[in-house]
């Protein structure tokens, strides 16, 4: 059964940082390209970052460019987003999705399978 599992989210004061896991079951993220999402409250899901399957090239939203870091752990099948100078518009849900395009993007139809989402909030 595929199977994507987020971690790591909690409250965390502005300038912080978290750092979020996906781990896989049921099949291998580095066959897969992964993306991370999120969504605000009231606010459509947008894409934050990807990893490619093909090369672990990697891509940012402009926002989050120098702020974020998506890494891919083969070994424990698991993609991390570590993020940085948390601001609170960084509050939302978080989803990673896997989709099976060798390059990744960030449009939600690329992705097949998805988590169910962890919480990030940003408050001081």
């Known amino acids: 059964q595929v199977q994507l599992v987020e971690s790591g989210g909690g409250l965390v004061q502005p300038g912080g940082s978290l750092r979020l896991s996906c781990a896989a079951s049921g099949f291998r993220l580095d066959h897969h390209s992964i993306g991370w999402f999120r969504q605000a409250p009231g606010k459509e899901r947008e894409g934050v970052s990807c990893?490619?399957?093909?090369?672990?090239?990697?891509y940012y939203t402009d926002s989050m460019k120098g702020r974020f870091t998506i890494t891919r752990d083969t070994a424990k099948n698991t993609v991390y987003l570590q993020m940085n100078s948390l601001k609170p518009e960084d509050t939302a849900d978080y989803y990673c999705?896997?989709?099976?395009?060798?390059?990744?993007?960030?449009?939600?139809?690329?992705?097949?399978?998805w988590g169910q989402g962890t919480q990030v909030t940003v408050s001081s």
């Open positions: 999705a896997a989709g099976g395009w060798s390059r990744c993007g960030l449009l939600r139809s690329e992705y097949d399978y």
């Open positions: 990893i490619s399957s093909s090369d672990g090239s990697t």
